[in-house]
């Protein structure tokens, strides 16, 4: 495009050179001789040289670009893989909980007793299935008191036990694979 | 390219012309009268010329490549986003057909009532957490029967009805979005 332009301009110059010529002979011939037939060529050549070099390193920045742009694309694909089920699971959550709390109260009458056996299956029905997504049980009771997975929600004491220690899981909590979903509710030793 | 063969030929008759230079003075002044400065300098610019041209169709079937992967790594994400609760959703089926089934039991005792009453809250906080993830009850009894999301296990006979409805639902099938994770297994009216 430039190139069409740049010729267009040498055009437009040599008729101007005409046109002078019939006015200052010297004049033209100066103008001429500092820019002989074989030094427009190479400043032509020095000219293509130097867009041949720049778009050479139009292409590199590009192959650049795009090489980062796989990557990064590959290890967004890999997040949303390892994470996929995060939303879901956080749902299920309640679910868990609920089932958990509806297994702890104790049963006698047939009826109950086989609803009971029945929802002990679901629960490990449902247990193994988040297992297999990435859903981890994060271990509270006997462990020492972290922050980034336990939220203490009471202090207790029991000297017969170290200082900083979990004494009681009040409500279980969460990982899904190394991003905690749910920190476990617990009190800690004073 | 064809260019680029000139100028290997070109460099040949160069290497040709120094080796005759050698043989005899005349004829070889002779040949480079045949290409002069000017001559060369236009060959060297023809040269540069296609060149760039190369370059810059290099250049654009690079942008190509580039803009079919960003698109096609936009559609995969789409798709993955779209589908990745599937295999939780898929492994949470028998978990909701069970529940399903413990709730078809009929209970009379305090206990059991009291469990079935947990178990019911249970099962709707399930169900709107795989709704919210995309899974939908596949629509079954008085249906016209779809081999695309139903699965015929056996025939009835209901005079009442029209021919090819669906006349029982003997499991309940799921579609997570557009896809079927299970097809609902029926009994067709003959």
Chains 1, 2 share one sequence.
Request: without cysteine.
């Amino acid at each position: 495009m430039s190139e069409t332009t740049e010729n267009k301009e040498q055009h437009l110059e040599e008729i101007n050179q005409t046109e002078e010529e019939t006015v200052n002979g010297a004049e033209t011939q100066e103008q001429q001789k500092a820019l002989s037939p074989e030094e427009q060529l190479n400043a032509k050549i020095a000219e293509l040289e130097a867009k041949l070099q720049e778009e050479e390193n139009r292409y590199l920045r590009l192959r650049a670009d795009f090489d980062n742009m796989r990557r990064r694309s590959q290890l967004d694909r890999e997040a949303a893989e390892k994470y996929r089920a995060q939303n879901l699971l956080t749902e299920l959550l309640p679910v868990i909980d609920n089932l958990d709390r509806a297994l702890q109260v104790e049963v006698s009458s047939d009826d109950a007793v086989s609803l009971y056996k029945g929802i002990e299956m679901v629960y490990k029905t449902l247990i193994d299935a988040t297992k297999q997504e990435g859903l981890e049980l994060i271990p509270a009771e006997g462990e020492a008191f972290d922050p980034n997975v336990h939220q203490a929600v009471m202090q207790e004491s029991d000297s017969e036990k170290e200082t900083g220690i979990v004494l009681r899981e009040l409500q279980k909590g969460y990982k899904l694979k190394d991003r905690v979903l749910r920190p476990s509710m617990v009190s800690v030793n004073e």
